[in-house]
Structure formats: structure tokens, C-alpha cells
């Protein structure tokens, strides 16, 4: 954000007051939007309110902007003196279309980490600087300069990476396929996003977790899908309740998170995976098993994903570099049949025409380099030393206001608050004093429920984050 120059000759109100005059006149703000306050435009620029107030005063002298009491600051319709025209009523568009923003919840931690860097993040579901393999790819970017045509690619994706992850899917994952099956996604979301545009239509019902990242993503809505909930305990997710969904609901798909699920943690048990195909198999639905954090399982052991014991084809696998390497490569991966590989790269490439080829040959490269193991080891080192970490610091500042389940992967920990207490209030404290955090109710949970995610913050901010994430909730509940 920009910033008036304080060793500047000119007064601070008079460049704040030229910016705001630049941004209006480029449209950022168009005739009619709404100003931010002089409170919060002054929070924003590190400046006094007198200072925001000065800057106003300027513009509605030169009757850019006007001001009613009760009703804020606003940019003037007729701003230039010009003849009254029509102009567009952008919060009407903005406010319409199809397509959902996100949850309240989010917007505000975004805007909250915008606005202050600074904080500490237990909210972003990524990798940190730390955890992410960035000399090693730059190492290989040195050594395997691109020189080959930067055109539109297949429209599955480039097709070195799909041989690979042949590769990769049968070493790692245990996974049979051919390059053929697989769709190269920016990430895992827009696996998700195609499948629902694509394969869904408005009004199906589907089945996701209870609790479930898929609750927080408004693209299920923005389809038209009806979505109905499968409760999640300390075995995962429980599969018994599909029949009665389907018999009530006519439900099509099932989404799951087996292993490390988003946002408890919890890892799907042998027998319910079993069980979970068995039904699914029963009634000819399709699973959609989005598998992101398996790789990090802190002992080491693999966690087979239902893929690689899904006999009858049943399973959509999706899976991406975010969550094992670097969320920036934008580089994620689809397993399904042919059929639906051909559907989906087709309306992929009706959006773009196809990924970047760049990033596709980086991950190709790290794919099949040396570094590749032993980056995996590091990260699964480094996030239990993370989670560690923030399970010593609340049990030390939290004794007996809050229980947890122990994570064995992934970069989650799924908090109960015990005693009764207000989500919105909650957030807003912590941000006050310095951290953000994801409530619990944005996955669908009551209110009392906390995601922390220790892949994003640093080590050294972990112990003091909950010592603030303390007072913040000792202050609400006082």
C-alpha cells in the first residue's frame, strides 16, 4: 500500500490528498464509491486523523468528493462540474453475478494480513519461506535454462511432467495410472473448481465432511450444488451415513480428505477407508479425494491414498506441490479417466488455454532431481518440530480452556475451546493483539472451534502467537 513520504517537502495531507486524486481519477475509486473513513484511511497510511481530515477538506474543495453526515465520503458523481451523466452502478455489478466471494471470516484475515504484515499467521494454509525449497529450485533454474517454444502446451499439461508423476504417483503413493489420465491444475482448487462446473450441474447434491475445507470454498455454491455433511471423529470420516444421503438426496459425489484432513488432522482408518469404497461402489458414486498433505506424515510411513485401492475406477485423485514444496509454482495434478481428463482440459483451456509452461518444467526438474527426498525429509522435520512447538505453548498458556487432537501430519491443529465463546469477537481480538487464526464455524463447525496452521508462521513466533491467542480469549470470555 502506498505510504506519504514523511521526508518529503510537501505536506503529508496535501500527498495524501494527490494520491487519492490519482487513484479516483484511474477509476480505482469511480464516481459514487464509497471512501474508506478518516479513522480507518488514517489506521491505514500511519498518519493522525486530522491529517486524513485536511486531506478531504482539499478534495471536496475541489469538489472531487462530497460528505453527508451519517452517510461517509463518497466520490462525486459530477466531480469534474461537467453536465450530470449515467454513470455505471458498479456496487449493483460487483454485488451480482454468479460466482460468490469468499466467507466474511476470510476477507477480514485477508485484509487484516494486508494491512498489518507484521502479524503473527496462524490462518495461511501454506508453506513458509523456511519449509519451501527455493535454493534448490533456483539451483536447478540455473543449470536447465528453457529453450524450447513458449507456446500454448498440451492440453492436458506438459507432457514431461505427466511421465513423471507416473512415476512419482507408483513410488510414492502406490498409484497406477498413465500419463493419458492425468490433468495438469494450477493447484488444487481449480481441480475442484472444474469438477464441480463441469461435472456437476445446479441442484446435485454431494457430500463433503464434517467439518470440511470444501465448506469454506463458495465455488460449491457459486455451482448451485447442495451440500450435505458426513460427521469427521478421531477415525475420519464416517462413511455410514451415505446411504441415507443418497436414499433422501439422490446424492452424485462424495468429496473426502483421508489422510491429515483439512482442518482437523485426522487420518481416515483402514477400515472406513474400506468401507467408504465398499458403499460408494454399492450406489456408483464417484469420490473425489483430494490428498495434499500424505507426504508429510511426521514418522515417515506412508499413508496409501483410497486411489491406490480403488478397484473400480471409482476415485478422482487430485493432488498438488503446495502443501510439499511451493504453493508459487501454481502446479497441481488430477487422476482420473480419460474420458473426464479430455472434458476437464477442455474447459480448462476455454479459461486459459493451458498453464504456464515454466513452472510445469520446474516442478518436472525437482521432480525427478536429487534434492526431491531429502527436501521431503526436511519438511516432515521441520513441521514437527512446528507442531511441537505450538502444542507446548498451549498447553502452557491454555490448561484446561482448550482440547486438542494431536496431529500426526499435515500442518494443521484442530482446537475445541471449551468454554463458550464468540467466534467474531474472538478473531477481532486476536487481531488486535497481533495474530489471525481460521474459526472453527468456516468449515462448517459451531462456534468454538479454532484451526491453527504451523506451516506459515516461524518457529520463534509460534510460543508468543499463543501467548497473545491467550490473552485474546481470556479478554472475550472476561
Request: net charge neutral.
Amino acid at each position: 500500500m502506498w505510504k506519504p513520504d514523511r521526508l518529503s517537502a510537501q505536506p503529508l495531507y496535501q500527498q495524501i490528498a494527490n494520491d487519492l486524486e490519482r487513484r479516483i481519477s484511474y477509476g480505482e475509486f469511480p464516481p459514487g464509491a464509497m471512501l474508506p473513513s478518516e479513522r480507518k484511511l488514517a489506521e491505514q497510511l500511519g498518519v493522525n486523523r486530522s491529517t486524513v481530515i485536511l486531506a478531504y477538506a482539499e478534495l471536496r474543495s475541489l469538489g472531487i468528493i462530497e460528505s453527508r453526515s451519517g452517510s461517509g465520503t463518497r466520490v462525486s458523481k459530477y466531480k469534474w462540474g461537467a453536465t450530470p451523466k449515467h454513470t455505471p452502478n458498479w456496487h449493483r455489478y460487483v454485488e451480482g453475478g454468479s460466482f460468490l466471494p469468499n466467507l466474511p471470516f476470510l476477507r477480514r484475515i485477508r485484509e487484516a494480513l494486508q494491512q498489518n504484515p507484521e502479524l503473527i499467521d496462524f490462518a495461511s494454509g501454506e508453506l513458509a519461506s523456511d519449509l519451501a525449497p527455493a535454493e534448490e529450485i533456483n539451483a536447478l533454474m540455473k543449470v536447465n535454462q528453457y529453450t524450447e517454444y513458449l507456446g500454448y502446451n498440451h492440453p492436458q499439461g506438459y507432457a514431461p511432467l505427466r511421465k513423471s508423476l507416473v512415476q512419482y504417483l507408483h513410488q510414492h503413493r502406490d498409484i497406477q495410472t498413465t500419463d493419458s489420465s492425468i490433468l495438469i491444475t494450477s493447484g488444487s482448487q481449480q481441480s475442484l473448481y472444474l469438477i464441480t462446473q463441469c461435472l456437476l450441474a445446479p441442484g446435485d447434491a454431494v457430500a463433503i465432511e464434517d467439518p470440511s475445507y470444501c465448506y469454506s470454498l463458495p465455488m460449491f455454491q457459486s455451482a448451485g450444488l447442495r451440500l450435505f455433511r458426513l460427521p469427521v471423529d478421531h477415525r475420519g470420516v464416517r462413511p455410514e451415513g451415505i446411504r441415507s444421503l443418497y436414499k433422501k438426496h439422490r446424492i452424485k459425489m462424495v468429496f473426502v480428505n483421508p489422510n491429515f484432513q483439512n482442518p482437523t488432522g485426522t487420518l481416515l482408518d483402514e477400515e472406513r477407508r474400506n468401507e467408504l469404497l465398499r458403499v460408494t461402489s454399492e450406489l456408483g458414486l464417484p469420490i473425489v479425494e483430494d490428498d495434499p498433505f500424505s507426504l508429510t506424515a511426521y514418522d515417515g510411513a506412508s499413508r496409501p491414498p483410497l486411489k491406490s485401492i480403488d478397484a473400480m475406477g471409482s476415485v478422482i485423485y487430485i493432488g498438488s506441490f503446495s502443501k510439499i514444496a511451493a504453493s508459487g509454482l501454481r502446479v497441481g495434478w488430477m487422476v482420473a479417466p480419460n474420458s473426464v481428463v479430455e472434458r476437464l482440459a477442455d474447459a480448462r483451456q476455454q479459461m486459459d488455454f493451458g498453464l504456464s509452461i515454466v513452472p510445469q518444467k520446474v516442478a518436472e526438474q525437482f521432480l525427478n532431481s536429487d534434492y526431491f527426498q531429502p527436501h521431503l525429509e526436511r519438511l516432515r522435520m521441520r513441521l514437527l518440530y512446528k507442531r511441537d512447538l505450538l502444542i507446548e505453548a498451549l498447553r502452557k498458556e491454555l490448561p484446561g480452556l482448550v482440547s486438542f487432537m494431536v496431529p500426526q501430519g499435515g500442518l494443521h491443529l484442530w482446537c475445541k475451546i471449551i468454554p463458550e465463546v464468540n467466534d467474531h469477537r474472538l478473531l477481532e481480538e486476536a487481531i488486535r493483539r497481533g495474530i489471525v487464526f481460521v474459526p472453527g464455524s468456516v468449515y462448517g463447525s459451531d462456534s468454538g472451534y479454532v484451526r491453527f496452521t504451523y506451516g506459515r508462521s516461524k518457529a520463534d513466533e509460534i510460543e508468543p502467537g499463543i501467548s497473545k491467542f491467550a490473552e485474546a480469549l481470556r479478554s472475550v470470555l472476561s
